[in-house]
């Protein structure tokens, strides 16, 4: 891998001669994704590379778009304005390194518990919901017809996906059926569908203590849908980190984030309509959940983690009961 | 899945401790120690929150039963539209039985169920 970087180096930064630091940083078993600095006159040049592992898929609990997709929706949503690690190159096959892609190394803060309470990071909470409505609204901007073949994924499509995962990987649980019953009929009217991160939450995002937002993260899950999906998601509690009352991740205010979806000429979204995909997010989360629990109740992993994660399906439970009598 | 069932987690502690050392194993510990604190909190706390949602549910559904069966009916009615969700005394059950739950796996965490927190 650190050859084919290398022979690559002229064509990552303005006389690249060479690359250093090259680094697995944290990734799942078949998304890899990797730190490295190029050598050139100006300095280093620090970049990211997201690469297809060889290994076999372990676990995908969610349909990630190839690479080659998801680097052009990353340069889309680049060229609308939002702040993204900036795409330096869509590998080919020619690279040698497989389906993969390399942008720059952004600065800042991904540690959603540091972002959400750590004093540090005070400033940033002052700015950060207003910049991630502004960026939601800029994502959600971008032209539909330049994305190639996404997925559309309503809401029903969303609810009927994480109902029958969890029909199959669960016991029956009554929360989990009155969750249900209370998306159904609370489904809201059918939007034109937009271009929707799918992941956006604290955690996915790249904060520094003093500007805020400067990358959203992972895009591997990008889709047409709904765009308050991305609202409802971002809201989910589990994403709060212990801040309960900023609703927006555990950092702002849902107003906050409203205000700048709007500065930004954002179509105005709903309370209510928030509220539902928040609801669908949580679902999905604790379907999530027993989904991880199963890979260690089948014996594919021995690990105490995946067997505990399965406990938080209680947090879930939790939250969704909160939400639907709020609702009321 | 009814799970992961206490028995689940002490086998995998177990296993965890019996495995080799490896570099992760700072991380491992707390889980670990984590897993012990839901084992215990189960021991301690359970049997009565289990008993009292026994009884509540057999008034919801008029049947007896052990937990898993009553809570099976529960929520088949529910999913069959034979029991509504949104009545007081359901939801008042679904919402003990979760808080229940809660002060069993994660005791700390934050949530707004009750205005405990919001």
Same mark, same amino acid.
């Given at each position: ?9 002229? *064509? ?41 592992? /060889? ?9 990630? *778009? ?23 190159? /869509? ?29 540090? %990071? ?19 901007? #971008? ?10 994924? @309503? ?39 937009? *271009? ?5 939450? @604290? ?17 591997? *899950? ?7 999906? /991305? %609202? ?75 067997? #505990?994660?399965? &406990? ?5 439970? #939790? ?8 609702? @009321? | 899945? &009814? ?35 839901? !084992? ?39 999913? @069959?539209?034979? !029991? ?19 002060? #069993? ?14």
């Amino acid at each position: 891998m650190a050859q084919r970087l290398e022979a690559l180096a002229p *064509l990552l930064a303005e006389g690249g001669r060479g690359i250093g630091g090259l680094k697995r940083l944290t990734g799942g078993a078949s998304l890899e994704t990797w730190a490295f600095d190029v050598e050139s006159p100006d300095g280093l040049r620090a970049l990211i590379l997201r690469r297809r592992g /060889d290994g076999e898929e372990a676990e995908v609990f969610e349909t990630s *778009l190839p690479l080659p997709i998801e680097a052009r929706v990353l340069a889309a949503a680049q060229a609308a304005g939002a702040p993204v690690a900036e795409l330096v190159r /869509d590998c080919g096959p020619g690279d040698g390194l497989g389906e993969a892609y390399i942008v720059t190394r952004v600065a800042g803060e991904t540690l959603g518990r540091r972002i959400a309470a750590g004093t540090a %990071f005070a400033p940033a909470r002052e700015v950060l919901g207003r910049q991630c409505g502004e960026t939601l609204a800029r994502i959600h901007a #971008v032209s539909v017809e330049a994305m190639p073949d996404l997925e559309v994924q @309503n809401a029903q499509d969303v609810i009927d996906r994480y109902a029958d995962i969890y029909r199959k990987s669960s016991g029956p649980r009554p929360v989990m059926e009155a969750a249900l019953k209370w998306m159904q009929a609370n489904l809201p009217e059918a939007v034109t569908p937009r *271009l929707v991160h799918g992941d956006f939450r @604290n955690g996915n995002l790249m904060v520094e203590a003093d500007t805020g937002l400067t990358a959203v993260l992972d895009w591997e *899950l990008a889709h047409l849908g709904d765009p308050a999906e /991305d %609202f409802g998601w971002l809201c989910v509690n589990s994403w709060r980190f212990g801040v309960t009352d900023k609703r927006v991740g555990g950092f702002a205010d849902l107003a906050d984030l409203l205000a700048g979806y709007k500065a930004v000429g954002g179509e105005a979204v709903s309370v209510e309509r928030v509220r539902f995909w928040e609801v669908v997010g949580t679902f999905k989360w604790a379907v999530i959940t027993m989904m991880m629990y199963q890979t260690f109740a089948t014996g594919a992993s021995a690990s105490v983690e995946r067997a #505990v994660i399965g &406990r938080r399906l209680s947090e879930c439970e #939790v939250d969704l009961l909160a939400l639907m009598e709020g609702a @009321n | 899945m &009814r799970g992961p069932t206490k028995e689940e987690l002490v086998r995998a502690v177990s296993g965890w401790l019996a495995g080799e050392p490896t570099p992760a194993d700072g991380f491992h510990r707390k889980v670990a120690a984590n897993a012990m604190g839901i !084992i215990e909190r189960e021991l301690t706390l359970w049997p009565a929150s289990e008993a009292a949602a026994i009884a509540r549910m057999s008034a919801i559904l008029g049947e007896t039963g052990d937990y898993d069966t009553l809570n099976d009916a529960l929520a088949e009615a529910i999913r @069959n539209g034979g !029991i509504d969700a949104n009545d007081p005394k359901v939801f008042a059950h679904l919402k003990q039985t979760a808080l229940d739950m809660l002060a #069993v796996d994660q005791p700390r965490y934050r949530h707004a169920l009750n205005g405990a927190d919001q």
